[in-house]
């Protein structure tokens, strides 16, 4: 069992969001709406034992990549979760969050108020779920843990394009800067 105070964990949720987890979805992938359902079973738990449940949105205003010279999403991936869009939004059966990250990149920590309200709160356990695996979960984890939180990637409620992807990513979680856990081994006290 990984065992978390509930004062001092939170939950993060990554970009359960249409875009990525609807049949409609433009980067839609059928994993991450396999994901769902766990990801919304360790919110309600979190939840329900007082820890904290914050969520991210991957949000890209109109014109966010243009005159980038290297880091351009729509580029490698199409345009996506546009601010103000139906793919921007979360999925409907999340439960209510304490808070949301609007953020612009792969990394929840970059340019976000995330660190803030983590600090502010006295938040120093960090369990991971979401999608993608192997890019926004694991480039917000690998954040985390360069910061000394504890991070935890939740194995088994991930959303991921290939199988390989999701065990690279919690391989590289493991062996670098952080822990792997099963929902069923993940309880909040």
Known sequence: MTAFDSEETALIVVDM???????????YAPASGDAVTPCVALAERA????ASVVYTRDVHPEGQ???NRAYDEFE??????????W??????DLPDPDHVVEKHTYDAFHRTDLEGYLDAHGLRDLVFCGTLANVCVL?????A?????RTVIVEDALGYIEEDHREYATEHAA??????ATRDAVTFA
């Open 17 to 27: 969001q249409n875009g990525f987890c609807h049949p409609d979805g433009s980067l």
């Open 47 to 50: 939840r329900d034992a007082g």
């Open 65 to 67: 990549f243009e005159g």
């Open 76 to 85: 490698r991936w199409g345009e996506h979760v546009v601010e103000g869009s």
């Open 87 to 92: 793919d921007a939004e979360l999925v409907d």
């Open 139 to 143: 480039h917000t984890a690998a954040s």
């Open 145 to 149: 843990g360069l910061r000394d939180y």
């Open 175 to 180: 062996w670098l800067f952080g822990e792997t």
